[in-house]
T-cell receptor, first 111, second 112 residues
Framework: EDQVTQSPEALRLQEGESSSLNCSYT??????LFWYRQDPGKGPEFLFT???AGEEKEKERLKATLTKKESFLHITAPKPEDSATYLC????????????FGQGTILTVHP | EAGVTQFPSHSVIEKGQTVTLRCDPI?????LYWYRRVMGKEIKFLLH????????ESGMPNNRFLAERTGGTYSTLKVQPAELEDSGVYFC??????????FGPGTRLTVL
């Protein structure tokens, strides 16, 4: 069974204080690893897809990286508007489509 | 381009009643998914449609849940009869290729 564990559960940063969120996974043949952002009362908003170890993707202050066992979401010089829950999900090569999610990391950035 | 829409945004019902949730995917997306998040837990997969056919319904909790996708367009998820443990947020997502899934805002269901 696919499993995704995210850490920490919650992270409080000062504006400008860079940090990283972790997503550890076990999956039967990784088809893709996905990062989403979720704001309160809204649905998950797509950020990145990573397909193979060594791959990196960037968007504004966010950078996602992937190894064979985990993914990191690096946040550089965060702003208060980056406050949200960040979700990691995996898709395996056997079950077409189904995403397995972690519990998420709640990020709060203080001004 | 319009995103995934869901209706209603909130529903409060009594135990034993029936509720029907609706999802309109992004136009042209053949793949439609239902997920659910119950209090304190992670988002969990319920089922996957490709056009009007059920590709994977391994996450459906029991036979009180019935999902349909008429003509391969919108989808409905009916819970009948509802139980207390069905409370949670139900998300719908769609994708064109089965890869990146775009989520709707969710329907918050409360069963009293």
């Amino acid at each position: 069974e696919d499993q995704v564990t995210q850490s920490p559960e919650a992270l409080r940063l000062q504006e400008g204080e860079s940090s990283s969120l972790n997503c550890s996974y076990t999956v039967s043949g990784l088809r893709g690893l996905f990062w989403y952002r979720q704001d309160p009362g809204k649905g998950p908003e797509f950020l990145f897809t990573l397909y193979s170890a060594g791959e990196e993707k960037e968007k504004e202050r966010l950078k996602a990286t992937l190894t064979k066992k985990e993914s990191f979401l690096h946040i550089t010089a965060p702003k208060p508007e980056d406050s949200a829950t960040y979700l990691c999900a995996v898709q395996n090569g056997l079950s077409y489509g189904k995403l397995t999610f972690g519990q998420g990391t709640i990020l709060t950035v203080h001004p | 381009e319009a995103g995934v829409t869901q209706f209603p945004s909130h529903s409060v019902i009594e135990k034993g009643q029936t509720v029907t949730l609706r999802c309109d995917p992004i136009s042209g997306h053949d793949n439609l998914y239902w997920y659910r998040r119950v209090m304190g837990k992670e988002i969990k997969f319920l089922l996957h449609f490709v056009k009007e056919s059920k590709q994977d319904e391994s996450g459906m909790p029991n036979n009180r849940f019935l999902a349909e996708r008429t003509g391969g367009t919108y989808s409905t998820l009916k819970v009948q009869p509802a139980e207390l443990e069905d409370s949670g947020v139900y998300f719908c997502a769609s994708s064109q290729s089965g890869d990146t899934q775009y989520f709707g805002p969710g329907t918050r269901l409360t069963v009293l």
